[in-house]
């Protein structure tokens, strides 16, 4: 009887794709959800054929040098891979997977949500009915901005941020997008999306941000606080990609002085930790990491872990290996 790869699961899955990983592997799973401590994530490495670890889940250079001789592969749960030292998993001859591409609609709703949310401030509304301050309509109160006939600056054209921008378009907001080569012609022509090589001068001349690119080495801070200095006082700025593309306490300190109309974020550099003047102002929606957070997507999520892993057991490349062309 051919033994059965131990797999290491660091995080709480749905109930269905742990029934599926019990099934087909010996699956160690993580019934309390609690993220693992360091020393739980290299005692796994050594002990497991496969980990499936979460974004949650740090595997720099040191870490990944303490796995043991058995690790083969590494099935990240999740679309990205930025908290996975990839040269140094590749240089120690392990696959890496991931998550692609069945988050995109979740995600682009929930930034077309904040797009909405914040200009509109349709969260202030809500707490001030919960807090008792609505005193019926009134013609000068809670006074927002429309949002059609607004220029959109979508940083970072992949799959995400195209669904954003179809999204937008139906609202009437103008689409912009800095990526690092235009999209396909008709895709641009569909859109009526105009491409702008220059970040700088896409930043300046927009109304609304949407940070919609992956957190590489690249995109680490690429809203630095010269760029952010460049946004209008009037502009808002979303981001549902990862906190770490964007100069947080920069960000933070401007929306507290005003420079900068509003913000909509469900990401943060520091998570778990929330900065705290973003937690004071007022001109600002936060959301717990939750725009891809639906049941739908957390199973094909699941899915594609076990695809990758059973096709690697079974000698077959997996589908969403990460290979160098992609960093």
């Not at 040191?62 to 590494?74: C, F, R, T």
Request: glycine share 8%; proline share 6%.
């Amino acid at each position: 009887m051919v033994r059965k790869p131990v797999v290491i699961v660091t995080r709480k899955l749905p109930d269905v794709i742990e029934t599926r990983l019990r099934e087909l592997f010996d699956a160690r799973l993580n019934d309390a959800d609690k993220p693992f401590s360091r020393a739980e994530l290299t005692g796994a490495l050594k002990t497991c054929q496969i980990l499936v670890p979460t974004i949650t889940d740090r595997l720099d250079a040191s870490v990944l040098a303490e796995a043991g001789p058995d690790l083969k592969m590494i099935a990240n749960y999740a679309n990205g891979f930025d908290n996975i030292d990839i040269t140094a998993a590749l240089a120690k001859g392990l696959t890496v997977t991931n998550t692609p591409g069945v988050l995109t609609n979740d995600t682009a709703d929930a930034t077309m949500a904040l797009i909405l949310a914040v200009p509109r401030r349709f969260i202030e509304g809500a707490e001030a009915l919960e807090h008792g301050g609505f005193r019926g309509w009134s013609p000068t109160w809670m006074l927002g901005h429309r949002i059609a006939g607004k220029r959109l600056g979508i940083v970072g054209m992949g799959r995400i941020g195209e669904a954003v921008a179809r999204r937008a378009k139906a609202f009437g907001l103008q689409i912009h997008y800095h990526n690092r080569k235009p999209v396909r012609a008709h895709v641009e022509t569909e859109l009526e999306a105009t491409y702008w090589e220059n970040l700088d001068q896409m930043l300046s001349r927009m109304d609304i941000i949407s940070i919609n690119c992956p957190h590489t080495p690249a995109t680490y801070r690429l809203l630095s606080a010269r760029r952010l200095r460049l946004l209008k006082p009037t502009a808002i700025i979303i981001n549902t990609a990862r906190g770490e593309i964007i100069d947080e306490d920069c960000l933070a300190t401007m929306l507290e002085a005003g420079q900068i109309a509003g913000a909509g974020l469900d990401v943060y550099e520091r998570e778990p930790a929330i900065h705290p003047k973003l937690l004071k102002a007022k001109n600002v929606v936060l959301l717990p990491h939750m725009a891809s957070a639906t049941r739908e997507g957390r199973i094909e999520m699941g899915e594609k872990v076990i695809i990758n892993i059973k096709s690697f057991v079974d000698g077959h490349p997996p589908p969403d290996r990460v290979i160098p062309a992609m960093l």
